[in-house]
């Protein structure tokens, strides 16, 4: 099942389909994950959890800024909206905006080399939306999250195994505890060239 969205330059396939989706215009797209679904790698050992729907497309070369704002109607502990960078089950990394134990939204960060590697950043007010975004530096990533499109955090910078499958690139829901999620993906932004500073993340 493919799909397009006019900022990225790239056809998009449903790696694993979502309950429902919809497309909202050139640049939006609303995803219902069904309930029990994540992508994680657990460190200690239980079995790998990667059945959350994900929309995915190559990543193009060179450095690039991918980005979208983010809207997810909690309910459930876990429940979350992310981008993802996708070169296999055991080698991804995904940007969440994702519900805490303690009720609140907040950004969280999963980085998976073989097992995953999972961090919090900071909270959200009031469920605001969040805007995401993932940025190519060569070799290397780097995660960023705002709360108004403009002025952005730094929340990762890494690498991933340059030796895995082919990078893919895209959007990701998910209900790891609860009944279903749906997110609401829009604003979503292509741009090429080199971040000028990662720690501001302008």
Not at 62 to 83: H, I, K, N, P, Q
Request: aromatic content about 10%; some cysteine.
């Amino acid at each position: 099942m493919r799909t397009s969205l006019t900022p990225i330059p790239t056809t998009l396939t449903w790696e694993v389909a979502p309950a429902e989706w919809h497309q909202n215009g050139d640049d939006g797209l609303t995803v219902t994950a069904s309930g029990g679904t994540d992508m994680f790698v657990d460190p200690a050992g239980d079995a790998p959890v990667l059945s959350a729907p994900r929309l995915l497309g190559a990543a193009p070369d060179g450095d690039f800024r991918f980005s979208a704002r983010v809207r997810v109607g909690f309910s459930a502990t876990y429940d979350a909206g992310c981008l993802l960078l996708y070169a296999g089950p055991r080698n991804w990394a995904k940007l969440a905006y994702e519900r805490s134990p303690q009720t609140s939204g907040m950004v969280v960060s999963v980085i998976t080399r073989d097992v995953s590697d999972d961090a919090n950043g900071f909270v959200v007010p009031d469920d605001a939306p969040l805007w995401l975004r993932v940025s190519r530096l060569g070799p290397a990533w780097a995660f960023h999250a705002s709360t108004d499109g403009s002025w952005w955090h730094f929340v990762r910078y890494f690498r991933l195994d340059e030796q895995a499958e082919p990078l893919r690139m895209g959007l990701e829901a998910q209900s790891p505890t609860g009944s279903g999620c749906t997110v609401e993906f829009d604003r979503i932004g292509f741009e090429t060239g080199r971040l000028a500073d990662l720690r501001d993340g302008s």
